[in-house]
């Protein structure tokens, strides 16, 4: 009875800091401008469904994939184990699932192994890729202490995870056929059996080993879970939803500003009123706030995996721009503004923003626009409407662009071209013959 | 070959005609001398397949892509909403571009400013005609056996998924089609794009038009292909570095059709 109470405290407390913690989110994520992504809600679906369930897009890089597709799969079914465990937890049970599901539970725990054993075997796999062999895509200006460090942790916590519930596993078996009281013979463990004979034969020992790994993990998987909101392992809830709310025009359409159609349109024809626009604010974004909520949802989603900086043609050619960075950035300023709003309240300014104290302008200005990061993002995520967000500030707001940008602008004005050639010679190609 | 004669839109409505299709031809295309050359190609194909078209000549100004990409969204919908009144004063329905900076914008970025247009990029035409047998590969160079790579301009492959149109029409010139590894979806942008054409590299150990000819030049093509001017420019200067202009050449889709007919 005192271990039920205290499993339920412990699962009460849980789940309560990670809603906490997820409201904030919530809270820092709406920081954004509003962006109306409520349409074509059947299409949304099925993208949702195909790149974030289906994984499509990870399948560019096909040993990436393959283990991701082990971690994941293991994951989201090893969860259904979780269910059980829970469940006993609060009612003192032990393998509450095996009686009613009779045959298929041996099915099921015996699937769980094999599963837990791929995961294993990922995220062994994943830990030399970023640690041993050092997988260029893992490194980078941005991958810091931090970001290094949370990918260990990720992948440790999972071998431990894994292998208390295998080594739980093996206990229970041996106390089946030990044929201890309460460890009724239920379960098939076609990999934990082999464990078995490391195990001590002492009953007593083996009832130990036993709880202390049910415990271990599912207070592991309670503190995995709050530990999610401080880490780019947050994709493997905001996948769903960052997908779901995927830009669905084309990638080379970039977003009209309402704001400047209306001062245009003034301009062009003095007896036009203008309509009211919501948005209101700077012209692009100069700060969090300045950005759609997708966007900040699109930082909160990712997972660092740099697919995007590998295949950005600046920084292949070793220039300061990384995709990547752009959306940690993003991150590490929207985490920045949320400790301000605790702390000192909602009109707070630090003196800080997303331009300049985190981006920099040779990083905003080496972009091509040519849209690889945003093809490569397994989960759709958009650093390049941020970079051109942030132009549009540098250009509107603070006329900062580079030199030979402002010429190209003034030549577009005066001439109606981007070089400096008058339009009466805009024809003049057909006598060039 | 007849002379080439590329009518404008205001001589045509002089004479109450319009055309079946407006050539957006690009600043890149009206003043770039090597954009020029494509330009032409462009209406002699137009001309040899008997479609009428016209241009808009000293009325065409810049879509305001550039402005855009850089961030100046002022001066885009001033270009825009500009072109939009000259466009829809002469009732244009179709169109189509020599660039795939002018066929995005038009296509993708004008309807929000109330400028709706049938908009194709000229590999597209070329597919379009090749497909109706209106367009082949005869009466003119034989490409046969040579070993031609296609870059994909971004603006038309991934901002607008055009990946076949282009390579339609070299498939049918029976030469030896190689794709580089970094193809398609995949592809490496030239380094032009998103107003970089207009501005000096940030410091960096490359520049990019020579990290995408490197990964061209390994394949030991004949031909480097493309279809998109500024591409074209970065291509090009990319060759001249290696000083492999003789072994090399850096191609337009419209060129190498038009020379397949003889044009």
């Not at chain 1, 997708?294 to 909160?300: F, G, I, S, T």
Request: aromatic content about 8%.
């Amino acid at each position: 009875m005192v271990l039920q109470i205290l499993f339920l405290i412990i699962a009460a407390a849980a789940i309560a800091l990670f809603s906490l913690n997820v409201r904030k989110i919530i809270r820092n994520i709406n920081l954004g401008r509003p962006l109306d992504r409520s349409d074509r809600p059947s299409e949304r679906l099925a993208i949702m469904l195909k790149v974030a369930f289906g994984q499509s897009k990870m399948a560019k890089r096909p040993v990436a994939f393959v283990l991701h597709l082990f971690v994941y799969i293991g994951f989201v079914i090893i969860n259904l184990e979780v269910l059980e465990i829970i469940i006993d937890g609060l009612f003192g049970t032990h393998r509450i699932f095996a009686e009613p599901l009779g045959g298929l539970y041996n099915v099921l725990i015996a699937s769980f192994e094999v599963l837990a054993t791929l995961v294993l075997i990922g995220v062994i796999v994943f830990f030399a890729r970023r640690n041993i062999v050092h997988i260029k895509r893992f490194s980078g200006t941005e991958m810091g202490t931090w970001p290094r460090s949370d990918a260990n942790i990720i992948l440790i916590v999972e071998v431990l995870l894994m292998s208390a519930f295998l080594t739980m596993n093996a206990a229970d078996y041996k106390l089946q056929q030990l044929g201890t009281l309460h460890y009724i013979s239920a379960g098939s463990f076609p990999v934990s059996s082999f464990l078995v004979p490391l195990l001590p034969d002492s009953e007593t020992a083996l009832i130990a080993i036993e709880r202390s790994c049910w415990w271990f993990h599912i207070i592991g998987i309670f503190a995995f879970l709050n530990y999610l909101p401080y880490s780019k392992h947050f994709h493997i809830i905001l996948a769903f939803p960052n997908t779901y709310f995927s830009n669905l025009k084309p990638k080379g359409e970039f977003t009209n500003m309402a704001s400047v159609s209306n001062e245009v349109k003034a301009m062009l024809d003095p007896t036009y009123t203008p309509e009211p626009v919501p948005e209101g604010g700077r012209f692009g974004a100069k700060d969090i706030g300045d950005l759609s909520w997708k966007n900040l949802m699109d930082a909160y989603t990712c997972t660092e995996c740099g697919r995007c900086t590998s295949v950005c043609p600046a920084n292949i050619t070793g220039k300061l721009l990384s995709p990547r960075k752009i959306m940690m950035d993003t991150r590490d300023r929207m985490e920045e503004m949320g400790k301000n709003i605790d702390k000192h309240g909602k009109d707070h300014q630090d003196g800080k923003f997303l331009l300049d104290s985190y981006i920099s302008r040779e990083e905003i200005w080496a972009c091509t626009t040519c849209n690889a990061c945003t093809d490569a993002c397994p989960v759709n995520i958009d650093p390049l409407s941020i970079i051109v967000e942030l132009r549009r500030f540098a250009v509107m707001e603070e006329s900062q662009a580079p030199a030979s940008i402002n010429a190209m602008f003034g030549n577009v004005e005066n001439n109606g071209a981007p070089w400096k050639y008058a339009a009466v010679d805009r024809l003049n190609w057909v006598e060039n013959d | 070959m007849d002379k080439l004669t590329v009518p404008t839109m205001a001589e045509l409505a002089a004479k109450g005609e319009s055309p079946e299709i407006l050539f957006w031809v690009g600043c890149a295309g009206s003043f770039d001398e090597r954009a020029q050359k494509i330009t032409r190609d462009i209406c002699k194909i137009l001309q040899h397949v008997g479609i009428k078209f016209a241009v808009l000549g000293t009325e065409e100004s810049c879509t305001g892509d550039p402005a855009k990409r850089a961030g100046n969204e002022f001066l885009f919908q001033m270009q825009a909403m500009s072109n939009i009144q000259v466009l829809d004063g002469y009732n244009i329905k179709k169109i189509v571009t020599g660039c795939p900076h002018c066929f995005n914008t038009l296509r993708n970025e004008y309807p929000g400013l109330g400028g709706n247009y049938e908009v194709i990029h000229h590999s597209q035409l070329i597919q379009q005609l090749i497909d109706e047998s209106k367009l082949k590969a005869e009466g003119g160079e034989s490409f046969k056996g040579k070993k031609i790579t296609f870059h994909d301009p971004c603006y038309l492959g991934r901002a607008n998924n055009v990946y076949e149109a282009p390579r339609k029409a070299l498939e049918i010139l029976d030469a030896d089609l190689v794709e580089m590894k970094r193809c398609k979806s995949n592809g490496l942008c030239c380094g032009a794009g998103g107003a970089q054409m207009f501005k000096e590299p940030e410091k960096g150990k490359k520049d990019i038009n020579i990290e995408r000819i490197d990964e061209a030049l390994a394949l030991n093509p004949n031909i480097v292909a493309s279809s998109c001017p500024f591409c074209m420019t970065m291509l090009s200067d990319g060759v001249k570095n290696y000083n492999k202009e003789q072994e090399v050449k850096v191609l337009d889709i419209a060129e190498i059709t038009a020379r397949a007919n003889g044009l």
